[in-house]
Each structure stands twice: as structure tokens, then as C-alpha cells.
């Protein structure tokens, strides 16, 4: 059964830091792992998807790396903002033993980010 | 174009009671996933619909819960005779197709709470 860590489960840090957050996941039969952001009371918003065959993924500040083999994925946010406070979850979209796609995310419990001014 | 959207946003009900959440997909999407996030649960699936293919149920949790297509595209999540457990955020996303390639696109919630 496919497993999702986050790690840390919060962090705390000044303006302008740059920082990382990390995901595992311990079946690495994925087809894509995504990276979401959620805001008190919201649904979730897509930040980035990287795909089986892909190493990473940049958009703006935010910079996403995947290492199928070890089951690792690290989002790296450069120059935080205190807009930048949610939390941030991973998922990941697991083939069965066939190769066959069932659609379903498996997502970890999520690092909750705030950034102080 | 507009994103997911569902209703109610927030629904209270007395335990045994049913419930209906709806949720209308991205226009063009033929994909369709419910999922739940509970306190100390986080996100869980619960259904996914592709297009004209049979529905993947093997997230509900009980045969109390149960989600219905028509048209291939808007979805209805029913809950009979609620209990306090199944006080959740239940969550609706889309994407253009099930292929691995499809990003997940997700909408606002509906805040369901059982008394």
C-alpha cells in the first residue's frame, strides 16, 4: 500500500528565507507526483506536477524535484512571503501492478507553513 | 473558464439523515474524483468516474456512501443515514482525462457536519 510522508509537519520562519519541504512516498510505481497548496477554509490549488519521467519542475519562486527511485520529492521556495503561509501537500498518483492508471491521488498529511514579516 | 465548483459549501445535518453534495466539473473534463479530508485522517479517495467507464468505488468507506454521473458531468456524492464520523470536508476534483498525464484540478468543499 502506498505511503506518503511529510516532513516537517510545520515550520516557522522569517520573511525572505529560503526553504525546503520534504515528501517520501514508499512505492515508487508512480505515474506523477503533484504538489498542492491549501489555505484555511479552502479547496486545494495546484502548484506544480512532475511526472514519472521528469526530474523537476520550476514555476516563479517555487521549484519542485523528484527522485523516483529513492521516493523522494523536495519543494524548494525561494524568497518566502508571508503570503506564502498555508499548507502545502503532496500526492501522488500510483499505478497498480499492471501499469494501469486508476486516476486516485494518495496524498501525505501536509506541512503547515507559516511565514512571519 | 471556470474552475470546479461545489454546493452547498457548508451543510449541517442530524445524524441518520441523508445528504447530497454536488459538484460541477471544469467544462471538458471527463475525469472526475471525490475525496475526503478529515481531522487526523487527511485526504482520503473516495470515487473516481472517467468518462463512460465503470466507476472506481474502492475508497468508500461504507455502502451508506455512493456518487452518481449524469451526462458525464456533473456528480452527485450521497451520504444515507449520516453519522458523526462522516463530518468531513468532501472535496471535488477534475481533470481532462484519467491518463497519467492530467493534472487534478480541485474545488472549494463542502464543509458536511453531523450532530
Known amino acids: 500500500k502506498q505511503e506518503v510522508t511529510q516532513i516537517p509537519a510545520a515550520l516557522s520562519v522569517p520573511e525572505g528565507e529560503n526553504l525546503v519541504l520534504n515528501c517520501s512516498f514508499t512505492?515508487?510505481?508512480?505515474?506523477?507526483l503533484q504538489w498542492f497548496r491549501q489555505d484555511p477554509g479552502k479547496g486545494l490549488t495546484s502548484l506544480l506536477l512532475?511526472?514519472?519521467?521528469?526530474r523537476e519542475q520550476t514555476s516563479g519562486r517555487l521549484n519542485a524535484s523528484l527522485d523516483k527511485s529513492s521516493g523522494r520529492s523536495t519543494l524548494y521556495i525561494a524568497a518566502s512571503q508571508p503570503g506564502d503561509s498555508a499548507t502545502y501537500l503532496c500526492?501522488?498518483?500510483?499505478?497498480?501492478?499492471?501499469?494501469?492508471?486508476?486516476?486516485?491521488?494518495?496524498f501525505g498529511q501536509g506541512t503547515i507553513l507559516t511565514v512571519h514579516p | 473558464g471556470a474552475g470546479v465548483s461545489q454546493s452547498p459549501s457548508n451543510k449541517v445535518t442530524e445524524k441518520g439523515k441523508d445528504v447530497e453534495l454536488r459538484c460541477d466539473p471544469i467544462s471538458g473534463h471527463t475525469a472526475l474524483y471525490w475525496y475526503r479530508q478529515s481531522l487526523g485522517q487527511g485526504l482520503e479517495f473516495l470515487i473516481y468516474?472517467?468518462?463512460?467507464?465503470?466507476?472506481?468505488k474502492s475508497g468508500l468507506p461504507s455502502d451508506r456512501f455512493s456518487a452518481e454521473r449524469t451526462g458525464g458531468s456533473v456528480s452527485t456524492l450521497t451520504i444515507q443515514r449520516t453519522q458523526q464520523e462522516d463530518s468531513a470536508v468532501y472535496l471535488c476534483?477534475?481533470?481532462?482525462?484519467?491518463?497519467?498525464?492530467?493534472?487534478?484540478?480541485f474545488g472549494p468543499g463542502t464543509r458536511l457536519t453531523v450532530l
Open positions: 500526492a501522488v498518483k500510483p499505478t497498480n501492478a499492471g501499469g494501469t492508471n486508476y486516476g486516485k491521488l494518495t
Open positions: 468516474f472517467q468518462g463512460n467507464s465503470a466507476p472506481d
Open positions: 512532475i511526472q514519472s519521467s521528469q
Open positions: 476534483a477534475s481533470s481532462l482525462g484519467g491518463q497519467e498525464y492530467n493534472e487534478q484540478f
Open positions: 512505492d515508487s510505481a508512480i505515474y506523477n
